[in-house]
């Protein structure tokens, strides 16, 4: 009866090796348009099929998304444990030349692009940026906004002081206050 365990242990043990497991890739190509990218499956070095590529979340109306580039190191996972079936289900931070990771503190959500622009949430409610923002549509903020980084270079716009030329040719400050809603 021991044998006969035995044989049926050493055949779920084989059936399980041929279920598929998460691999890692590195991206080749990318396609945009139907968001699927082609990955060199490590360590075996077999090029993929076109890919779908799992949104980094999403919901109803909405995902946030990544275009992927060459180089890139992803993980590729088979649906339902079927090698067949592979889906790019994340992306692995490799550096690349003298690239490191930047130390995001606990609690924190960056988006950070190697040209130094970054959209940082930060754990004190603030959230930060650099870059150039091109925005269309409206755009409404409650609370003062401000120009400027601080200081006498800051300049609000709800209630802001300038220079006016005046009438001897010098220059006199000048208030100046938001204009109310509808006008």
Do not use: C
């Not at 041929?18 to 360590?43: C, D, F, H, L, W």
């Not at 980094?56 to 590729?76: D, I, R």
């Not at 079927?82 to 790019?88: A, Q, R, S």
Request: glycine residues 16%; without cysteine.
């Amino acid at each position: 009866m021991n044998d006969l365990r035995n044989v049926f242990r050493r055949l779920a043990g084989q059936m399980d090796m041929q279920v598929g497991q998460m691999r890692k890739g590195i991206v080749e190509s990318y396609n945009p348009n139907n968001y699927t990218a082609r990955v060199t499956i490590q360590p075996d070095g077999n090029l993929s099929g076109w890919l779908p590529i799992r949104a980094v979340t999403g919901g109803n109306g909405w995902g946030l998304v990544v275009g992927l580039v060459p180089g890139m190191q992803v993980s590729v996972e088979p649906q339902e444990g079927d090698p067949g079936n592979l889906e790019i289900t994340g992306i692995i931070f490799s550096p690349q030349g003298n690239v490191t990771a930047p130390a995001v503190p606990a609690g924190e959500i960056w988006v950070v692009h190697q040209t130094g622009s970054f959209f940082k949430m930060l754990t004190d409610g603030t959230i930060a940026s650099q870059g150039t923002w091109n925005h269309t549509g409206n755009f409404q903020a409650t609370g003062e906004v401000y120009r400027g980084y601080g200081g006498a270079d800051q300049v609000g716009l709800g209630t802001h002081t300038h220079n006016q030329p005046d009438d001897s040719g010098g220059n006199t400050e000048h208030t100046t206050d938001a204009p109310n809603a509808g006008t």
